[in-house]
């Protein structure tokens, strides 16, 4: 694995739009119960008590007509009046908040323009497609990650049309011939898994909090 580029300086914004380029993988480490429950059950991975760094996984897209990137991810959204499970997309600005996403790390795999739009093409696929965020693949992830013999089967709870964000990202680079993390079921890749890919790629990582970053 690369020896990333670690940035303790930048603000979120800055680190990312630094960094942004079509097709690469988000990482974030967020603060949130949710987020800090999927970093620690992750520590068997991280080989650290405190857990990963990464909680969350996503594709960045491209830079839009109104002038902001977005990115394209399999995500829990719940604000007013709105819940949305699963594919999505995003303004790249929902990862600026240092408080509430104080690691982050992009990928870049130096795809060509072939692989960069095979991979976008199957995330928007997913959105068209309204593929869904499923709990319960979560959990038969941790089941594996507690019998690490189960990583390499189909999830346990695997549901049709459903994938978590770092099965989603793993998804999408399969269709370029890309496998982020061999011997393991895409339903059960955790984003710790996609921080530690044996595949060749520049690692640019903005860690403010405890939790091993790869």
Known sequence: MPTPTLDT???NADFLLAHAAPARIGLAGGMHPIDR???KAQRSLARNAAGSA?????????RRSDD???????????????????????RIDK????????????????????ATQRVLSSALDLLADAARYSLREI???????????????????AREGALYCSAFVQHCYAQAGLVLAPGLS?????????????LPHRAHVLQRVAGAAR
């Open 9 to 11: 300086g930048s603000s």
């Open 95 to 114: 990862f600026f908040d240092a408080g509430e996403w104080p690691n982050l790390a992009v990928l870049d795999f130096g795809l060509d323009a072939t």
């Open 139 to 157: 959990v038969g992830t941790a089941l594996a990650l507690a019998r690490p013999s189960l990583r390499a089967r189909e999830n346990l709870l």
């Open 68 to 90: 902001r990137w977005w990115v394209l991810e399999s995500d829990i959204d719940l604000r007013h009046k709105l819940v949305r499970l699963g594919a999505q997309e995003n």
């Open 186 to 198: 895409a339903k059960n890749t955790t984003p710790h898994d996609i921080a530690s890919t044996p």
């Open 37 to 39: 429950t999927i970093r």
């Open 54 to 62: 990464w909680s969350h996984a996503f594709l960045i897209g491209e």
